[in-house]
Structures are given as C-alpha cells and as structure tokens.
C-alpha cells in the first residue's frame, strides 16, 4: 500500500537548521493535504505545519516564521524547512498525508515512521 518515508532528521545546536523530506509511494491517485507533526518525549503529539495540495499553508504558533512547509506533487513529497531551532523542538517529527489510493477510495490518514529532531548544545 502507501508507504511515507521521513528524512533529514538529526542533531543540530540551536539556531541551526535542518531539511525534513517525507517522499510518499505506492498506491496513491492523489494526495490532498499532507503536514508534519511532532511528539516531544512525554507530551502530546502536535500539528506543526499542514500544507494543501494547492500550496496553502498553516503552522503552529510556536514555529511560525522560522519552519517552512513545501511540497512537489509531481514527485510526492512534502518538505519541512526548519530554521532558527530551538531546544523546545525536540522531538520525533512525523510525516502525515491525506491519500486517496484509488479514484473510488476513501480518504486514507497515512503516517511515516518519525524521524528525530534533537536540538541541544
């Protein structure tokens, strides 16, 4: 079936940067919206940035003007661009999209597997 695979996740200090990808494949008619979410060790995981497939986007408070979500359809890929990071963004960042796998099918909630963000001095 569909399969979202997370990349560019790491270890970074803060004010560095990182580029997350998340490309999609398998079964896929078409992708509507697709966002990142993040869960910090023991707290509740969270919407960080959603992006439509016509391009419009929405971010959590805490990240606006420092991450920027994008996303290349024909290739099916979303990517969050992340910029000024602090401690506070810590956690495993997950990829989510809202796929119809065929033009008969429901709207499927896929998820990848998390990739880590820690960002610490």
């Known amino acids: 079936q569909v399969q979202l695979v997370e990349s560019g996740g790491g270890l970074v200090q803060p004010g560095g940067s990182l580029r997350l990808s998340c490309a999609a494949s398998?079964?896929?008619?078409?992708?509507?919206?697709m966002g990142w979410y993040r869960q910090a060790p023991e707290k509740q995981r969270e919407l960080v940035a959603s992006?439509?497939?016509?391009?419009?986007?929405d971010y959590l408070d805490s990240v606006e003007g420092r991450f920027t979500i994008s996303r290349d359809n024909d290739k099916n890929t979303v990517y969050l661009q992340m910029n000024s990071l602090k401690p506070e963004d810590t956690a495993v960042y997950y990829c989510?999209?809202?796929?119809?796998?065929?033009?008969?099918?429901?709207?499927?909630?896929?998820w990848g597997q998390g990739t880590p963000v820690t960002v610490s001095s």
């Open positions: 989510n999209a809202d796929i119809r796998k065929t033009p008969w099918s429901p709207i499927t909630d896929c």
């Open positions: 992006i439509t497939r016509g391009g419009n986007t």
């Open positions: 398998g079964t896929i008619f078409r992708i509507n919206a």
